[in-house]
């Protein structure tokens, strides 16, 4: 936890509460999310100056319902409990009642402020104020000592404060961006009731962080699997500033990467960078255990397990290395510590989290507190150029799992031609940094089509565009048509091998990002 201010987020499991850190975080305040399991001396032993209680899906009345300690209210630590948090309150302290809602309201409702508390401070008096609610049960009574301070048409107590005590609780979601003066009430919150000190920046954070690898370095030395993406790039970047040639960076070539990627990464890391860096050409070996493959899983499987026997053989021609460096991201931790356990398996990632086990080396991951827009604001901070920053994701597994069926090194240069024209159009109409991803796939299918005077029978390519604040949830980005119709043309008249494109217009959840 950094020497910062700390607001520590109780998960009850909703779909807002990485929301909920990146508002408080945005704010200037450090803010770490922990399983509402968690006790009342646990949230004590790490030292936050105020807590937050999430929403979530369940009703407080229900026998699975998640568990908590109501001592938690007993810290004497400035609290805002925020919808199913409402009314764990009222389910828990003396006075409070909860029950099933006849009108439930999900969407958007108009809020009339009933009491004047800090919570509500600066907010234009008079008239109602769209919020965003999303509930089944509501409070029907406050808990003893608490003021009604809202309600909306449908919920006569649609906020509580409680200002000696400084605990408050809303019946709708401050952090979304439906919410009128949503951003207003969280500052009131956190800088108001609970007085803290906006100490978190990206500046801040690499000052320490560089200062805090140097010291737990010392002498030793580091490996470091690079992809090319911002993640892995920032982790070296970092390194390379705290320990310099005390890092040794492999990139890995699968032959699985966009046109002429391997080198350009290679190029561009030794360039700006002066990486100490390792570049393994092992395309052969990766095609030919994917020979024949065609389930996706088995795909992610093959890739997974030769990438680590690939790096694990180069990185044993380095005796000195005791630390392994990887780009752990802050939901990645979030999934591993839900209340619920980690989600259901959808597909397999591919990332070197393996590689631990099989190398016995320590884990160095600086990127562990971080979101992903803080990982480019980071990178700003260490001065990488924008083409860094602003590269699109792209998958461990690459093309093999954006070619639906065998991969093939024919099938692998169609899709190579092809998605380059989606990411040269991205970029020429200024859209690239307007979406979150955009990208070609190769599907098993042929149709007919009409060349010139010739009939022709040859692939289909589909177009996949998202926008997305994490990946955790996306929608099809609304292209200009002109632009979809620019990439389809220059497609089929530049592609040979495909003659038919489609666009994906399918959102997260229930699609995935990736076709498999």
Known sequence: M???????????????????????????????????????????????????????????????????????????LPTLCICYGMQLLAHTQPGGAVA???DREYGRAELTLQADVPLFAGLPNGGPRTVW????????????????????????????ANVSRRIYALQFH??????EDGERILHNFLFGVAGLTAGWSMASFVETELRALRDKVGDD???????????????????????????HCIFVDNGLLRLGEGEEVAAYLREHFDLNLHYIQASKLFLDRLAGVTDPEQKRKIIGTTFIEVFEAEAAKLPKVKYLAQGTLYPDVIESVSFKGPSAVIKSHHNVGGLPEHMKLALIEP????????????????????????????????????????????????????DKIVQNELLASGWYRKVWQGFAVLL???????????????????????????????????????LVAAMSNRIINEVKGVNRVVFDVSSKPPSTIEWE
């Open 2 to 76: 950094p020497a910062t201010d700390t607001v520590v987020i109780l998960d009850f499991g909703s779909q807002y509460t990485q929301l909920i850190a990146r508002r408080v975080r945005e704010a200037g305040v450090y803010s770490e999310i922990h399983p509402c399991t968690v006790t009342a001396k646990e949230v004590a032993a790490m030292g936050p100056k105020a807590v937050i209680l999430s929403g979530g899906p369940s009703s407080v009345t229900d026998a699975d319902a998640p568990p908590f300690d109501p001592a938690v209210f007993d810290l004497g």
């Open 100 to 102: 099933a809602s006849t």
């Open 133 to 160: 609610m999303s509930h089944g049960d509501k409070v029907v009574a406050p808990p003893d000592g608490f003021v009604v301070a809202a309600r909306t048409k449908n919920v006569e107590i649609a906020a509580l």
């Open 174 to 179: 401050p952090e979304v961006a439906h919410t």
């Open 221 to 247: 030395e580091v490996v470091c699997a690079l992809s090319g993406g911002v993640d892995s790039t920032v982790v070296a970047v970092m390194l390379h500033k705290a320990i310099g040639k005390k890092l």
């Open 367 to 418: 990127l562990r507190e971080l979101f992903k827009d803080e990982v480019r604001k980071v990178a700003v901070e260490l001065g990488m150029p924008d083409f860094i920053i602003w590269r699109h994701p792209f998958p461990g597994p690459g093309l093999a799992i954006r070619i639906i069926g065998e991969v093939t090194e024919e099938r692998l240069e169609i899709l190579r031609r092809t």
């Open 444 to 482: 098993p299918l042929k149709t007919v089509g009409v060349m010139g005077d010739g009939r022709t029978y040859e692939n289909v390519a589909a177009i996949r565009v998202v926008d997305s604040l994490d990946a955790m949830t996306a929608d099809w980005s609304r292209l200009p048509s002109e």
